[in-house]
Structures are given as structure tokens and as C-alpha cells.
């Protein structure tokens, strides 16, 4: 998406063209309105290929398996406490894309078991321009896979992440005691770390029986020389 930069301006409201103003307490906003820039990466399109295809499957489920949807949405907070629809929706929607990146098949009823889903817990992230690596990695065993969100890269004194990070893998089966997740990264970014810029990194255990994610983890780095 792109705008221009907003800038002061008189009493006035409303859209006109590619402007936009709107009232604040300080005065009259008028900013440019949003567009979209045209380029949409291939992973971009395969995540909305998919996002769309499983919520378009939610339309054929039988009443029951709605039902049971939405009482699990309700019983787990997919959005709301309440027996709602669109509650419904997200739950199947969250669990049956984070099913498919994971290359398991979609699930017409949810899941009746819920595994406690362990927090993320490593001793140090590596972030140079031949590796990212996360080490001494506590490894929950082989029901979990690693979800791994990683930005492109950031200015060294940005100290907010938010809507930076990309999936990198919905599926990263670590080793023993580590994750290394440089090959997917440089694949799906088609460029290396850069020495001096900082990598917002999101990550979080995935339970492979039932889509569901837990907690998410947030860090950053500063990308180091190669050691």
C-alpha cells in the first residue's frame, strides 16, 4: 500500500479524488488515500490462493459441523466468547490453513483433544549472512513443528517489528537442539541477511495433530559478520 504523507490543513472533511480529510482534535488531517502497488510476490498469491479456497470450504459443511465449529470457537476464543458465525469461520479457517502448510490434510470437525501447546524457548538466535539459526532450542518432540516469521530487512534503530514479518516456515522440524532456517529464508526472500540491519523474528510451536499454534515469540537482531 501507498500514501503520501499527511499535513495539516483547514476545517473540512470528506474524499475528493485521491484526498482525503478528516476531523482530529487538532485541527483538519489531509492525507492522501490508499492504493495498492500493484506487486504481489508469489508467496503473497499462494497465501491468499489458500486463504481463500478454505474459507470457501466453510460453506459446505453440514449444520452439525458448523455447530461444533462454532461451540469450539466459543470454547477457545477464536474472536469471541459467544456462539457466533464469523467465531465459527476463524477458528476453521486458522486451523485448516496452518493443517495445510503443514501439508496435512483439512479438518471437517474440530479437534476434541487439545494438546498443551509448549512457549518457545531457545538460548540465542544467529543472524549473519550464511546463517540463521536458533540454538539451544528446547524441542517439545515430533507432534510440533516450528512456525518461524522472519522481516525483511529493517533500519539497525527501528525498534518496532509490527506488520514487518513474512512466514518463512510453517513447518521447520529442528534438530536435537536447534533450528536452522537459513535456506528457507533466502528462498522465499531470494536475498541474504545484510551485516548492519536489524530482522524482526516471530516464532511459535505448532501442535501437526490439530493446526493449533501457541504463543507467539517476538526478538529481533542485529545481522553479524559471517562467524
Not at 9 to 22: D, I, L, Q, W
Not at 41 to 60: D, H, I, M
Not at 153 to 172: E, H, Q
Not at 190 to 208: D, H, L, N, Q
Request: proline share 5%; with cysteine; charged share 20%.
Amino acid at each position: 500500500m501507498k500514501t503520501l504523507s499527511s499535513v495539516p490543513f483547514g476545517a473540512m472533511s470528506g474524499s475528493a479524488g485521491m484526498v482525503t480529510a478528516r476531523s482530529t482534535r487538532f485541527g483538519t488531517i489531509l492525507s492522501g488515500r490508499c492504493h495498492q502497488s500493484g506487486r504481489v510476490t508469489p508467496n503473497q498469491k499462494n497465501s491468499r490462493a489458500l486463504f481463500a479456497r478454505v474459507g470457501r470450504s466453510y460453506t459446505r459443511l453440514t449444520v452439525e459441523q458448523a455447530e461444533a465449529w462454532a461451540a469450539f470457537a466459543a470454547a477457545y476464543a477464536f474472536g469471541s466468547r459467544m456462539r457466533t458465525k464469523s467465531a465459527a469461520v476463524n477458528a476453521y479457517v486458522t486451523l485448516n490453513c496452518n493443517r495445510a502448510l503443514l501439508g496435512l490434510e483439512m479438518l471437517s470437525m474440530p479437534p476434541t483433544l487439545i494438546p498443551v501447546i509448549p512457549d518457545v524457548e531457545y538460548g540465542n538466535l544467529i543472524v549473519t549472512p550464511g546463517l540463521i539459526q536458533f540454538s539451544r532450542l528446547v524441542n517439545p518432540g515430533a507432534g510440533f513443528r516450528l512456525a518461524v516469521r522472519m522481516s525483511a530487512a529493517a533500519s539497525a534503530g527501528k525498534t518496532y517489528g509490527g506488520g514487518l514479518p513474512v512466514l518463512v516456515d510453517a513447518g521447520v522440524i529442528p534438530e536435537r537442539n536447534f533450528a536452522d532456517v537459513t535456506k528457507v529464508y533466502t528462498d522465499r526472500l531470494t536475498v541474504k541477511p545484510e551485516v548492519g540491519r536489524k530482522y524482526f523474528v516471530e516464532t511459535c510451536w505448532m501442535s501437526v495433530a490439530t493446526g493449533l499454534a501457541g504463543a507467539t515469540r517476538c526478538d529481533d537482531r542485529i545481522c553479524q559478520n559471517d562467524l
